[in-house]
T-cell receptor, first 114, second 110 residues
Framework: GAGVSQTPSNKVTEKGKYVELRCDPISGHTALYWYRQSLGQGPEFLIY????????DSGLPNDRFFAVRPEGSVSTLKIQRTERGDSAVYLC????????????FGQGTRLTVV | KQEVTQIPAALSVPEGENLVLNCSFT??????LQWFRQDPGKGLTSLLLIQSSQREQTSGRLNASLDKSSGRSTLYIAASQPGDSATYLCAVNTGNQFYFGTGTSLTVIP
């Protein structure tokens, strides 16, 4: 596609519910990143995929968060038993996969847990 | 752990002025540094990418410099316009992830 696409753009969920956030990277990009951004802060790293595998998941805050990329393209970030503190904008980025290539971000999914 | 700092946190200038945004990082072991623009409620738009071996990159009215050994980068915006108003973020790439600063919020007054 023309750019990184994230769906939904907004998600409101009740505390304790399960949510899935989707990211469609730029076609051909092997590297995919998930970030979380709170108001007034810079994005914080969650997880990095190279192809189908999670090369670095050190940013996932706890075991309620999980992400998959089964075919090396689309990725889904899954959050179980959501808490109000999970409310943030979740950003996805992709790059061609080399260490020195440019990263492109999607528009983000604004998650609100009520 | 890599830490990225951006100064100033906010900046307000009259239209037409040239300005400089600063970014510093604590660990010089980076692959590249990228500058982004973020409009309110939006995602990040890539402005410039500087490889670790480069000293500067230019795109239109934007010029970014990198001094890896001292852990500093600057983004120079020439002849600022109201449409430049946004938050500017720098990010350093350490291989598996990008570390971001908290950004500089720029307002260009017509």
């Amino acid at each position: 596609g023309a750019g990184v696409s994230q769906t939904p753009s907004n998600k409101v969920t009740e505390k304790g519910k399960y949510v899935e956030l989707r990211c469609d990277p730029i076609s051909g990009h092997t590297a995919l990143y998930w970030y979380r951004q709170s108001l007034g802060q810079g994005p914080e790293f969650l997880i990095y995929f190279q192809g189908t595998g999670a090369a670095d998941d050190s940013g996932l805050p706890n075991d309620r968060f999980f992400a998959v990329r089964p075919e090396g393209s689309v990725s889904t970030l899954k959050i179980q038993r959501t808490e109000r503190g999970d409310s943030a904008v979740y950003l996805c980025a992709s790059s061609q996969g080399q260490m020195n290539t440019e990263a492109f971000f999607g528009q983000g999914t604004r998650l609100t847990v009520v | 752990k890599q830490e990225v700092t951006q100064i100033p946190a906010a900046l307000s200038v009259p239209e037409g002025e040239n300005l400089v945004l600063n970014c510093s990082f604590t660990d010089s072991a980076i692959y590249n540094l990228q500058w982004f623009r973020q409009d309110p409620g939006k995602g990040l738009t890539s402005l410039l990418l500087i490889q670790s071996s480069q000293r500067e990159q230019t795109s239109g009215r934007l010029n970014a410099s990198l001094d890896k050994s001292s852990g500093r980068s600057t983004l120079y915006i020439a002849a600022s316009q109201p449409g430049d108003s946004a938050t500017y973020l720098c990010a350093v790439n350490t291989g598996n992830q990008f570390y971001f600063g908290t950004g500089t919020s720029l307002t260009v007054i017509p």
